[in-house]
């Protein structure tokens, strides 16, 4: 893929993510939030709503016949040869309850499920991640690179609980249980897009999780590969379902043998 061509989507991204931001925070320092239930344990607010609309928008003005798969507008095919994949915020729980814990997160990509760039805003604490196919991964731009722990038994995983499919928790907490005997620590911080970010950045060092969208993921995945990290899917996946372990590709076998 041509670089000037990744720069330029890069920019957008990064463009239409700040503004997002922006927007997000007037909404909730206005107490205008709405909060509403899409399935169990799933909600969305008009938060969410208008900050993809705004991405959207923004995007449209510099590439107006490319594609969106968006959380809450799912698919809009305009037949272009791109497509942008939007979370418009990721961890909306931690959003609506004041937990800082939250994302803007924003991919394209040409080939479907095969991200090119990707952004990762942090909005609460003003950290942005980006990164573009070959260039490697940025925070605030400056270079940033997965853990050296090679040893499971210091590392810490996140391990995510499968709060929208109680059904699937036997199985679910068995694997846990496996993965927590041989690491150092467990997290789950409530927003994909952010534990992709923070392997990519060495703070974290491995991930497992289930029943995810490719919206939660796809940025997160591309900054986390441009880092040095890996990524596995487990099993067969697709825009609404993904299933995946993730890490700093030092102990990426051993959590798959634990899963």
Same mark, same amino acid.
């Given at each position: 893929m041509d670089k000037t061509i990744l720069?330029? =989507?890069?920019?957008v991204a990064e463009e239409a993510a700040r503004k997002a931001g922006e927007l997000v925070l007037s909404m909730e320092h206005a107490g205008d939030l709405v909060v509403t239930t899409k399935h169990t344990n799933d909600f969305v607010t008009n938060a969410d709503k208008a900050s993809e609309q705004l991405i959207i928008s923004t995007v449209k003005e510099h590439f107006p016949d490319e594609d969106f798969l968006g959380e809450e507008g799912g698919e809009q095919d305009a037949g272009g040869k791109g497509r942008w /994949?939007?979370?418009?915020i990721d961890g909306t729980t931690n959003f609506f309850r004041d937990v800082p814990d939250w994302v803007?997160?924003?991919?394209? %990509? /040409? %080939? +479907?499920? =095969?991200?090119? !760039? &990707? /952004?990762?805003? !942090?909005?609460?604490? =003003? %950290?942005l991640f980006s990164a573009m196919q070959g260039d490697g991964a940025r925070l605030n731009g400056k270079p940033i690179h997965v853990s050296d722990i090679k040893d499971p038994a210091h590392s810490v995983i996140v391990c995510v609980p499968p709060h929208r499919h109680h059904e699937a928790s036997e199985a679910y907490f068995a694997a846990e249980k496996r993965i927590f005997a041989g690491c150092s620590d467990l997290r789950s911080f409530g927003s994909c897009a952010l534990e992709l970010?923070?392997?990519?950045?060495? +703070?974290?060092? &491995?991930?497992? %999780? +289930?029943?995810? &969208?490719?919206?939660d993921m796809a940025a997160g995945w591309a900054i986390l590969q441009e880092a040095g990290g890996k990524?596995?899917?487990?099993?067969? =996946?697709?825009?609404g379902h993904c299933d995946f372990v993730a890490s700093n590709g030092k102990i990426q076998d051993w959590l798959l043998k634990q899963v």
């Open positions: 720069k330029e =989507h890069l920019a /994949v939007i979370d418009p803007i997160s924003i991919a394209w %990509e /040409v %080939e +479907r499920n =095969h991200p090119l !760039v &990707g /952004v990762v805003y !942090v909005v609460s604490q =003003h %950290e970010a923070y392997i990519a950045c060495g +703070r974290l060092d &491995g991930y497992f %999780e +289930r029943f995810l &969208g490719y919206y990524l596995d899917f487990l099993g067969p =996946h697709n825009d």
